[in-house]
């Protein structure tokens, strides 16, 4: 701020002293002009050397003493006033002469003036010799007056200085109070106060955008936390089950003596539980596997419709046990540069959610097609259907929805494994409804 008001008052007094100068430069051409015209010669054309122009006249108007000095064409000195009798000004220039702005200042005796040059060519007095005239004006009432200012201004520095330095201590305290704020509001918020949120003030300002992005941050992150939370607990619960049935049936299993078929029979449900812990452990790598993005694809050029009929009759055995139809509509030769076992996962875990969710009797229809560059998968099952409000639900991880839905076991992962492996492919997974009942669960992935 100091360098500003420095740099405003160098301007000013840069601008007030040219200003004086153009003043004082003015005055001497019009000195020029009624020298010119008080000039007497005589009748051989010569300038008459000792008759003066009638002082009266020349400082009419101006309360001053005139000062100049008349050159011959050999620049040497054949007339000057009164005033000009102490004061020698400096030889012409004949290149200076020539310029309209021909000013210079100069010193003599310690003081300091301006002059200026002009010509005079008399051709009607004094034939072809030209006279040279310099009119001469003391810089003492320039200088005084530019040190007035200059005094002035440097007196008048510490009161703008100390009314904007308090205007901008003022200013700053209230753009920093809202951020004081909002610092404070961040710092405690904790593990358990996620609900927190920043006060926003003024949403047009930057300061107000800074707290909506803060609160939107917060929203994020409380919804990632609430959802690591959720993800946490479901992920224990469907961990205890099966280990809680083991120990179970081995406490009554080791509480008497057993017959062969009784120690069959628990040893096959406990094989059955240690099959679902084994699917539930590696569901749970997979998917933390992809979370942090050490998973790569394994690209290869396959026949994807090969693979979907393999897995159709190897799930057909499945459907058959719950009387459920399943009908094909696959199209041959779709060859794309896949994963294929990641991508397998997709046919198996929507194939195998539509058997568990349809009724006896139902019906499921399968269609593969190939739709310009894209792979579109589609599975429609005459199950409950899934409701409008949980159609993102769905694809999210221990997913519990209606009563009707959680009858079908399961731990709730695989169509957010489905929706990893379609992501992985770059590709989209939707579920609609499937009128009059059931839900369509549509994949596009590009070839």
């Known amino acids: 701020m100091l360098l500003i008001l420095i740099i405003v008052y160098v301007t000013t007094i840069g601008l007030y002293s040219r200003s004086l100068l153009q003043s004082i430069d003015e005055n001497l051409k019009t000195d020029l002009e009624r020298v010119k015209q008080h000039l007497n010669f005589n009748q051989q054309g010569n300038l008459e050397l000792y008759a003066q122009p009638a002082a009266t006249i020349l400082t009419q108007g101006y309360n001053r003493e005139l000062m100049y000095l008349v050159r011959d064409d050999k620049f040497n000195a054949i007339r000057r006033s009164a005033a000009m009798i102490y004061i020698e000004p400096p030889e012409i220039i004949p290149e200076l002469i020539e310029k309209d702005e021909n000013y210079q200042n100069f010193i003599f005796s310690d003081k300091e003036y301006r002059i200026y040059h002009g010509k005079y060519a008399a051709e009607e007095h004094a034939g072809d010799r030209d006279l040279y005239i310099q009119l001469v004006k003391s810089l003492d009432e320039y200088h005084q007056q530019v040190n007035q200012l200059l005094s002035a201004m440097l007196w008048l520095i510490p009161i703008p200085l100390i009314l904007i330095s308090l205007g901008s201590w003022w200013i700053a305290d209230r753009a920093l109070r809202p951020l004081a704020r909002l610092s404070k509001t961040l710092t405690d918020i904790g593990s358990e106060q996620l609900d927190v949120r920043v006060e926003v003030e003024n949403q047009n300002d930057e300061v107000g955008k800074i707290a909506q992005a803060t609160n939107t941050f917060l929203d994020r992150i409380q919804s990632s936390f609430n959802s690591l939370k959720r993800f946490t607990s479901d992920a224990s619960h469907e961990l205890r089950t099966p280990l809680t049935t083991i120990r179970t049936q081995a406490e009554v299993l080791l509480s008497r003596e057993r017959s062969r078929e009784e120690y069959k029979q628990v040893l096959g449900s406990v094989l059955e539980e240690v099959d679902r812990l084994e699917y539930l452990t590696e569901a749970l790598l997979q ?51 896949v994963d294929i076992a990641i991508f397998e996962r997709i046919y198996i875990n929507i194939i195998q959610n539509a058997i ?86 549509i994949v596009s992935i590009p070839i």
């Open 287 to 337: 998917l933390t596997r992809g979370d942090a993005g050490i998973i790569t694809l394994d690209r290869d050029r396959q026949d994807v419709s090969v693979s979907l009929h393999n897995w159709v009759e190897n799930l057909q055995a499945l459907a058959e046990e719950k009387q459920i139809h399943i009908k094909t509509e696959i199209s041959e030769q779709i060859e794309a540069n």
């Open 356 to 441: 568990a969710y349809t009724p006896p009797q139902g019906e499921i229809t399968i269609r593969l097609i190939q739709e310009q560059q894209q792979i579109v998968f589609q599975v429609a099952d005459s199950g409950p259907g899934v409701a409008d409000k949980d159609k993102q639900a769905v694809f999210q991880r221990f997913t519990r929805l209606d009563s009707t839905r959680q009858r079908a076991s399961g731990a709730g992962l695989g169509l957010a494994i489905t929706q990893w492996a379609v992501e992985l492919h770059n590709g989209s997974i939707t579920v609609v409804d499937n009128s009059p009942v059931g839900a369509v669960f």
